[in-house]
T-cell receptor, first 114, second 115 residues
Framework: KAGVTQTPRYLIKTRGQQVTLSCSPI?????VSWYQQTPGQGLQFLFE???????NKGNFPGRFSGRQFSNSRSEMNVSTLELGDSALYLC?????????????FGPGTRLTVL | AQTVTQSQPEMSVQEAETVTLSCTYD???????LFWYKQPPSRQMILVIR??????QNATENRFSVNFQKAAKSFSLKISDSQLGDTAMYFC????????????FGSGTQLTVLP
């Protein structure tokens, strides 16, 4: 099976702009989670989508949003970019059994806000 | 809320030797999973090993093993016969069993294997 893919891999934006990142999960995985990784805050959970519904959300402002499509692909959007949004954004997909929680990560999108 | 603490920001080990990375966590949950992830310079997060909290037996994957002490809320990773390719940032992570897929990560330990 192909792994989790994320596009684009690198992105440079300026403050105030908005950005959309894409994540394609492993075939058959219906849960997609997003994480932000920064040197200062480490790895932080953004949100999780399952069956096109946001099931869980981390402590991030409303500028961060996402969605999931019927094929389980997910996008996350950040509006009104700030310098502090510069980070590696990782998505992870997983199966949806009642107890099996292993998440498989994509290579990440490196966002730089100037 | 769950917290994961890794108190060793950096460690180094000679090639072929053994090293242990420490992790402690705090939770009031009884059913959960613990993981060690490896993030090499490529930034790809790779699962190294997982442990189900209800299992007494420590997990082992080839050269990687854990020492899971549930009462002490401790979850250390032992790497035997260290190889240069083991150089990476290692993250301890926690997740509550159930439908949510929210991993809580520690701050990471940068491991360098020296030739």
């Amino acid at each position: 099976k192909a792994g989790v893919t994320q596009t684009p891999r690198y992105l440079i934006k300026t403050r105030g702009q908005q950005v959309t990142l894409s994540c394609s999960p492993i075939s058959g995985h219906r849960s997609v989670s997003w994480y932000q990784q920064t040197p200062g805050q480490g790895l932080q959970f953004l949100f999780e989508y399952f069956s096109e519904t946001q099931r869980n959300k981390g402590n991030f402002p409303g500028r961060f949003s996402g969605r999931q499509f019927s094929n389980s692909r997910s996008e996350m959007n950040v509006s009104t970019l700030e310098l502090g949004d510069s980070a590696l954004y990782l998505c992870a997909s997983s199966e949806t059994g009642p107890s099996y929680n292993e998440q498989f990560f994509g290579p990440g999108t490196r966002l730089t806000v100037l | 809320a769950q917290t994961v603490t890794q108190s060793q920001p950096e460690m180094s080990v000679q090639e072929a030797e053994t090293v242990t990375l420490s992790c402690t966590y705090d939770t009031s949950e009884s059913n959960y999973y613990l993981f060690w992830y490896k993030q090499p310079p490529s930034r790809q997060m790779i699962l190294v090993i997982r442990q189900e909290a209800y299992k007494q037996q420590n997990a082992t994957e080839n050269r990687f093993s854990v020492n899971f002490q549930k009462a002490a809320k401790s979850f250390s990773l032992k790497i035997s016969d260290s190889q240069l390719g083991d150089t990476a940032m290692y993250f301890c992570a926690f997740i509550v069993s159930g439908s949510a897929r929210q991993l809580t990560f520690g701050s990471g330990t940068q491991l360098t294997v020296l030739p």
